[in-house]
């Protein structure tokens, strides 16, 4: 039982993710364990004269696989990718909807994006410069808007439950997630689809970025320019992809006979009230974020065993969000792995919070911890084991996931290993 009381508690039925190492969960998984990079040449756009010129694209993604040609055409590449990963979410919980006795208004979804249908934006903006306002497309809108891949799921599925997108920039996935537990705590739903979705490698983002000086402009080096916690981290790599999870009222999965990949157990958000993008100097805004979640999970920092960090590869993220884990954890924090699988995947914004849960669960259940490449020169001011040689092999039984997002909005999660009871 958390710190609020509820008896009720959150397991997790389904996983789907589509990343720059992989089209679903399990090949993500693997590529990621094996230390494989995302990273190459930008090929969504001609990004000559661009000063970053890399991103983790995913190679191979075929929407039709998803969806008809129809649905494809209507739907944002955001969309395309979030759709395609709830699709697996589904499939691994073993539902094609609400499950017998369970009432529709019981199923919802909550699926976050920071920028959504950006490819759509920049489109049609081309189109009413270049051809007039009436050449528009009449489905413009519900092609840009972030909220539609929560709106697509749940007609997908005859979800009627709780229906709605977060919007917090890099917190995004992870405030959906959370926000989707507390639904079930709370019994307003007995099952929640969550996650989130991003497609930024556009003209506008990488410009945008680039004109911040917030991206890695290592150009000649895309496998190895994501460098978190390392000292010659210039900037993230921005990446591309979707994570779903299917969240479900322990007893109630127990009694539909559902494979429990693991407990949803720990929620905690805050903000930072400091600047638009920096995180303040003793990131105490991501301290209590952390708190908060563990306290929530009924747990105490020695019972965490790993960190997915947010781990950017920015100067200023990386060091912050050390000593911050190192205040919550106190000396257990140079006992447990530290790891960032931007290192591989990139920066995937609004979907990050929620394919590093999807990695959270995966190492509960499997024991392994991914490794964090791409370590050239150590920081003295990143201390921690942030695996940099290679795969770890130990029982995880308690993981914390931190999302940050511009704004100050902070989002933190804890996964428990399921132990059958």
Not at 344 to 355: D, E, P, S, V
Request: hydrophobic share 40%.
């Amino acid at each position: 039982m958390g710190k609020g009381g509820y008896e009720r508690r959150v397991a997790i039925t389904g996983i789907g993710m589509v990343t720059p190492v992989g089209l679903d969960a399990e090949s993500s998984w693997e590529a990621l364990l094996a230390g494989t990079p995302g990273g190459g040449p930008i090929t969504a756009f001609d990004a000559e004269g661009y000063a970053t010129r890399i991103a983790c694209e995913i190679e191979g993604f075929d929407p039709l696989n998803h969806m008809s040609r129809k649905e494809a055409r209507r739907y944002d590449r955001f969309a395309q990718l979030g759709v395609a990963a709830a699709a697996e979410a589904m499939d691994s919980a073993g539902l094609d909807g609400p499950p017998p006795g369970c009432s529709p208004t019981d199923f919802g979804v909550i699926l976050g994006s920071g920028v959504g249908g950006i490819v759509t934006l920049e489109a049609n903006c081309n189109i009413l410069k270049d051809r007039g306002p009436g050449r528009v497309s009449p489905f413009f809108i519900p092609m840009f808007i972030p909220d539609i891949i929560a709106g697509l799921v749940s007609i997908r599925y005859g979800l009627r439950g709780p229906n709605y997108a977060t919007v917090s920039a890099c917190a995004s996935g992870a405030h959906a997630i959370g926000d989707a537990a507390r639904y079930i705590r709370h019994g307003d739903a007995d099952i929640m689809l969550a996650g989130g979705s991003e497609a930024a490698v556009t003209p506008i983002c990488i410009a945008g970025f680039s004109a911040m000086k917030a991206m890695s402009r290592r150009n000649d080096d895309p496998a190895g320019a994501s460098r978190p916690f390392d000292a010659g981290r210039d900037g993230f790599v921005i990446g591309e992809g979707a994570g779903c999870l299917v969240l479900e009222e322990m007893e109630h999965a127990r009694a539909r006979g559902a494979e429990i990949l693991g407990e949803l157990a720990g929620f905690g958000a805050t903000g930072d009230a400091h600047h638009i993008t920096a995180p303040p100097p003793e990131a105490e805004g991501a301290q209590e974020a952390m708190q908060a979640a563990i306290a929530d999970a009924g747990l105490e920092p020695g019972d965490i065993d790993y960190v997915n960090a947010h781990g950017t590869s920015t100067p200023a993220n990386d060091p912050s969000e050390t000593a911050a884990i190192k205040a919550v954890l106190g000396p257990r924090a140079y006992d447990v792995v530290v790891g960032s699988t931007k290192s591989m995947t990139g920066h995937l914004l609004g979907a990050a919070g929620a394919i590093e849960t999807v990695m959270c669960v995966q190492a509960c259940r499997d024991g392994r911890i991914p490794p964090t490449i791409n370590f050239f020169e150590k920081d003295d001011a990143c201390d921690l084991d942030y695996a940099h040689g290679g795969m770890v092999e130990r029982p995880v039984r308690a993981a914390l996931c931190n999302s940050f997002g511009f704004g100050g909005h902070n989002a933190c999660l804890v996964v428990r290993r399921y132990e059958g009871h």
